[in-house]
């Protein structure tokens, strides 16, 4: 069964960089077929898809937010990473990461989520 | 940009109660649909895909259907574990909609 987990700072200034990384175990990233995406929730709010990488490193963002992102993917460490540049305190979130089960699919597994703070 | 909106925000139903979750899409999405189920502090849970697929493991009291722009979540006989937040979610561009809540009446 898989399972992803979320990790990195839950705190950030205003202006720096958030860096996550989603660890994933049951399946092999490597083993194609899935793509893996990052998506955020602000406080109380609804759901917002950020973007998504293959484990060949290619990738698909939010055109909303393509400016600020960068993904990656290290398959030697069945990871892959969300930076999202210059935060500010409507970054606020928490952010899940997720597998789809194809390009365009439904999100099938999530990680718990882990709140980012961005603040002074 | 496609936009998804659902109806109503809030529902107030009783156990045993029929209930049905409208999503609208602004423009045809085929029947690339899902729906989600969301308790306080947890991660969603795919509950439909495909407009009308159930995802393995939900209880078959979930039901989709639909396709183009307007779809229903419906919950046949309404039991005490889906008080929640469901969110319809179209994955050709993968926006969500806002969110319903069922809560008890």
């Known amino acids: 069964q898989v399972q992803l987990q979320e990790s990195g700072p839950g705190l950030v200034k205003p202006s720096q960089t958030l860096s996550l990384t989603c660890t994933v175990s049951g399946v092999s990233i490597s083993s194609g077929g899935y793509y893996w995406s990052w998506i955020r929730q602000h406080p109380g709010k609804g759901l917002e898809w950020i973007g998504y990488i293959y484990y060949s490193g290619s990738t698909y963002y939010n055109p909303s937010l393509k400016s600020r992102v960068t993904m990656s993917v290290d398959t030697s460490k069945n990871q892959f990473s969300l930076k999202l540049r210059s935060v500010a305190a409507a970054d606020t979130a928490v952010y899940y990461c997720a597998r789809n089960l194809a390009a365009a699919g439904p999100f099938d597994s999530w990680g718990q989520g882990t709140l980012v703070t961005v603040s002074s | 940009d496609i936009q998804m909106t659902q109806s109503p925000s809030t529902l107030s139903a009783s156990v045993g109660d029929r209930v049905t979750i409208t999503c609208r899409a602004s423009?045809?999405?085929?029947?690339?649909l899902a729906w989600y189920q969301q308790k306080p502090g947890k991660a969603p849970k795919l509950l439909i895909y495909?407009?009308?697929s159930l995802e393995s493991g939900v209880p078959s009291r979930f039901s989709g259907s639909g396709s183009g722009t307007e779809f229903t979540l419906t919950i046949s006989s309404l039991q005490p574990d889906d008080y929640a937040i469901y969110y319809c979610q179209q994955y050709k561009s993968y926006s969500f909609g806002q969110g319903t809540k069922v809560e008890i009446k």
């Open positions: 495909k407009a009308s």
């Open positions: 423009q045809s999405i085929s029947s690339w």
